[in-house]
């Protein structure tokens, strides 16, 4: 049984949608303003949403990005009464399911009604939950990844994993590893980038005794002890072209040669791959095959960089410093609203795996501190926040446009007798010549990089030099003609 949801100030058309909904053996409820059905749907759980754009207290378009957010993610059909093809193309490009002009006949809500129960029902039978315990995260970037590789681990098929160093490649490989039908098989790890070239085809491949100079004795390959489990060829774009064939061969025909063995031997393993490099790229410039670019990506699966997900660096920065407290048994220790600000406006080049290292560094470098704040960050951190604080905020712009309708409405005042809103224009005599603002911006921006120049090179003017391409006696002017001292506190 499903909840539905009606957003919808004409009476009848609630009515009629809830009696189609019950005869379905549905659940319905109805609400005539945009404030009352939002209260309504983030209190209960609704499966589908009939949202009406023209409301008289705002647009109903307006309320699709917090719709989608909620944790049920219901499904929301746009109904209005006047159609055009720039309305269908705003509702569906702002993620609604479909689009419903007014008047409809009974007959097309109950297509469309019964057209989304079973998309629901589909949707969720086929969304299985991934089990896993280090993917730590809430951000709809990182959800969707959990939910690809849920799939993916249902299936047999091969799993590319893109994505920026440190961004979780292994962890989410183990967790499709662990909610397959092969969680009780190894899961062997080949790291490409870290394994001599002249030794890869031996690690993977085994070899026999006598095979080369040093092989006393015959050694199993990696493909050998992946079979039954999973194997995970890391940095894949680091695999030799030279062994890029006969890697190709392998899964293909699940069979591959030791390094000077004449007998065929067999090996059952499903592929998971990772890289932080454009394949496509390593394609045209001749260094990865094309064919095992094409069997490689069976099911892709593009992981977010830190960055791109910002909701979840509170969380992150969370569990990793309470798992270190667990971890050397001591107390948790409290974390300041602004270290976590300062956390969350440094962009993490290195990811995850940096954000955990300097969480890392914090922990082990005050083991006295009864709360984290800003200043046990390191200076890099904390240079990024301050210049996040003097940047201009940008208020959010609201990209929905009104869908005028043709219902008729109470008499509203007219357009002349309403007044018009207040537009601030700059005092012609008070607004600079251009040069003249120009000149003070770019002072103002010279002072600032050079007060954090000298922040981060310890006032070494040696370092200060290499880091900013400038030369010493050329920083010196600088500084004195912004009047800066050199003398800095470094914590």
Not at 108 to 113: A, P
Not at 199 to 219: C, M, N, P, W, Y
Not at 261 to 289: H, P, Y
Not at 294 to 319: C, H, K, M, V
């Amino acid at each position: 049984m499903a909840n539905v949801l009606i957003i919808d100030d004409d009476p009848f058309i609630g009515e009629l949608l809830i009696a189609i909904a019950e005869s379905a053996g549905h659940d319905g409820e109805k609400a005539l303003t945009l404030k009352e059905g939002m209260a309504l749907a983030r209190e209960e759980r609704f499966d589908v949403v009939f949202l009406d754009v023209i409301l008289p207290d705002g647009n109903g378009l307006d309320a699709l990005p917090e719709l989608q957010q909620l944790s049920n993610m219901p499904e929301v059909i746009i109904i209005t009464g006047k159609g055009d093809s720039k309305g269908a193309e705003l509702a569906i490009n702002s993620g609604a399911w479909d689009y419903i002009s007014k008047p409809a006949s009974q007959e097309e809500y109950m297509l469309h009604m019964k057209r989304v129960f079973q998309y629901r029902s589909e949707k969720q039978s086929s969304s299985p939950k991934l089990g896993h315990h280090n993917i730590v995260g809430r951000s709809d970037s990182i959800v969707r990844c959990l939910g690809q590789a849920a799939k993916a681990a249902e299936s047999h098929v091969g799993v590319l994993l893109l994505g920026e160093t440190g961004t979780g490649k292994e962890l989410f490989a183990r967790a499709v590893h662990d909610n397959s039908m092969r969680r009780t098989g190894p899961f062997i790890i080949v790291d490409c980038a870290s394994i001599p070239e002249n030794l890869v085809e031996s690690i993977l491949f085994g070899h026999e005794r006598g095979a080369f100079t040093s092989a006393d004795k015959s050694q199993e390959g990696l493909i050998a002890k992946a079979d039954g489990g999973t194997l995970f060829l890391d940095e894949v774009g680091e695999l030799p072209v030279s062994l890029q064939k006969s890697f190709l061969r392998v899964l293909q025909e699940r069979t591959y040669r030791p390094v000077g063995g004449n007998e065929e031997k067999q090996s059952d393993f499903r592929l998971v791959a990772a890289t932080n490099r454009d394949l496509e790229a390593l394609v045209q410039s001749g260094r990865f095959r094309q064919d095992l670019l094409y069997r490689l990506q069976a099911f892709t699966i593009e992981l977010p960089p830190l960055r791109q997900r910002g909701e979840d660096i509170n969380r992150l920065s969370r569990y990793y410093l309470n798992k270190m407290a667990a971890d050397f048994d001591a107390s948790p220790i409290a974390i300041s609203e602004e270290f976590l600000d300062a956390l969350k406006s440094y962009p993490w080049p290195g990811n995850v795996r940096e954000l955990f290292n300097v969480l890392e560094q914090v922990f082990t470098s005050n083991p006295g501190a009864g709360e984290f704040l800003p200043i046990h960050l390191p200076v890099r951190l904390r240079v990024s926040a301050a210049q996040a604080s003097v940047l201009p905020k940008q208020e959010p712009k609201n990209s929905l446009t009104l869908i005028k309708g043709n219902k008729s409405r109470k008499p509203q005042a007219r357009s002349e007798d309403m007044p018009m809103p207040e537009v601030n224009l700059p005092d012609a005599n008070k607004l600079p010549p251009f040069k003249e603002y120009r000149d003070e911006a770019v002072n103002s921006a010279e002072k600032l990089y050079l007060e954090q120049l000298i922040l981060i090179s310890k006032a070494n003017m040696a370092e200060a030099a290499r880091i900013s391409g400038i030369s010493v006696s050329r920083l010196y002017a600088l500084l004195k003609k912004h009047n800066i001292k050199k003398q800095y506190s470094v914590e």
